[in-house]
């Protein structure tokens, strides 16, 4: 079996083999640079971890995990829109280099190069592959959409909550070890089981990263501590805040939550003030090693020997355990 270590860096150099030199050059460069600013790579590296847990051969779903790499990027870049987003992975985010329109016309042109590096998977898997992807493309949109609505809503639900990150989050990790699995010639029952792995993976994943934005390192996070306390984004952490709070503590979180204009270190450190006096960092961390403990559970009822395992579940201590 390959190594974790030669699976990023395969994932690294295919992604730089990556050319986007078609006319005009100005809807490309946009493309190039958001792929140039790295990031972990899980998503296709899980593609090809799945593969390889059961094929030797992980060629074949290569294009297949460049086209997911590229569509993740895609829905960063309009991400980073909507939200407003300054920074990207220390870096200015498209629309702050160039312009709106220029990250949502380069960004369409990234969902469409996504289609066809997917339509390279071998044709036995091609039509699976391809419904995977486009249901799991529509599950995003669906997921960003719950997203915006809940900023307007004070009864978000946790169970809510929960179903958004995985249609907006979980579902792409899912997808991307499927169609590794697929590919690799798994049966539909293993491919079903790392889906569901996958899923809980990316739960854990997103609360994760949902206490990182409070609680991360600037430096080593690669975006500004504190976005989704500033715009009111409706994570774990404030959800459970709101339903803890009574009386005139209510009042003043949602006093924050409707100022227009507000100084922002002051906003970020009341809301770490009031999540660690409510024990919050810790009820996320319990939430957090649940869905991990749920995801494991999923790898027990493989009909695959344990040792091919090993890749899979050593990028999945990585992003458990990381602190970025």
């Known amino acids: 079996?390959?190594?974790?270590?030669?699976?990023?860096?395969?994932?690294?150099?295919?992604l730089s083999s990556i050319s986007f030199t078609d006319e005009p050059v100005s809807l490309y460069d946009p493309i190039t640079y958001i792929l140039s600013l790295g990031g972990k790579r899980i998503r296709p590296a899980l593609t090809l971890i799945g593969c390889n847990i059961y094929s030797e051969n992980i060629d074949a779903a290569v294009k297949p995990a460049l086209g997911i790499e590229v569509f993740h990027n895609f829905t960063l870049l309009h991400d980073d829109l909507m939200d407003g987003a300054d920074r990207r992975r220390n870096r200015k985010t498209v629309h702050k280099v160039w312009s709106p329109n220029v990250a949502i016309l380069s960004g369409d042109a990234m969902l469409i190069a996504s289609?066809?590096?997917?339509?390279?998977?071998?044709?036995?898997?091609?039509?699976?592959?391809?419904?995977?992807?486009?249901?799991?493309?529509?599950?995003?949109?669906?997921?960003?959409?719950y997203d915006m609505e809940f900023e307007q809503r004070m009864d978000v639900t946790e169970q809510e909550y929960i179903r958004m990150i995985e249609m907006k989050t979980a579902v792409l990790l899912a997808c991307a070890l499927k169609i590794g699995a697929?590919?690799?010639?798994?049966?539909?029952?293993?491919?079903?089981?790392?889906?569901?792995?996958?899923?809980?993976?990316?739960?854990?994943?997103?609360?994760?990263?949902?206490?990182?934005?409070?609680?991360?390192?600037?430096?080593?996070?690669?975006?500004?501590?504190?976005?989704?306390?500033?715009?009111?984004?409706?994570?774990?952490?404030?959800?459970?805040?709101?339903?803890?709070?009574?009386?005139?503590?209510?009042?003043?979180?949602?006093?924050?939550?409707?100022?227009?204009?507000?100084?922002?270190?002051?906003?970020?450190?009341?809301?770490?003030?009031?999540?660690?006096?409510?024990?919050?960092?810790?009820?996320?961390?319990?939430?957090?090693?649940?869905?991990?403990?749920?995801?494991?559970?999923?790898?027990?009822?493989?009909?695959?020997?344990?040792?091919?395992?090993?890749?899979?579940?050593?990028?999945?201590?990585?992003?458990?355990?990381?602190?970025?």
Not at 1 to 14: F, G, P, Q, Y
Not at 122 to 145: E, R
Not at 227 to 255: H, P, W
Request: net charge negative; proline share 2%.
């Open 1 to 14: 079996m390959n190594s974790l270590d030669s699976i990023l860096k395969r994932t690294e150099a295919e």
């Open 115 to 145: 289609y066809r590096l997917i339509g390279k998977t071998p044709a036995p898997y091609l039509s699976v592959v391809l419904d995977l992807f486009t249901k799991t493309a529509l599950d995003i949109c669906g997921g960003q959409q």
């Open 182 to 324: 697929l590919i690799g010639g798994a049966s539909l029952h293993d491919a079903d089981l790392l889906y569901n792995y996958g899923i809980d993976l990316g739960l854990a994943f997103q609360l994760q990263d949902d206490l990182l934005d409070v609680y991360g390192d600037p430096e080593s996070f690669g975006k500004n501590i504190g976005g989704d306390i500033i715009s009111n984004k409706k994570t774990f952490l404030l959800l459970n805040a709101l339903r803890m709070v009574e009386g005139e503590e209510r009042d003043r979180v949602l006093g924050w939550l409707c100022r227009i204009d507000c100084d922002p270190e002051r906003k970020i450190a009341y809301f770490t003030e009031l999540y660690s006096k409510l024990g919050i960092k810790e009820l996320t961390e319990q939430r957090i090693a649940y869905f991990y403990t749920e995801a494991k559970h999923n790898l027990s009822a493989l009909q695959i020997a344990d040792e091919r395992l090993c890749v899979l579940k050593e990028i999945s201590e990585k992003l458990m355990y990381r602190q970025v």
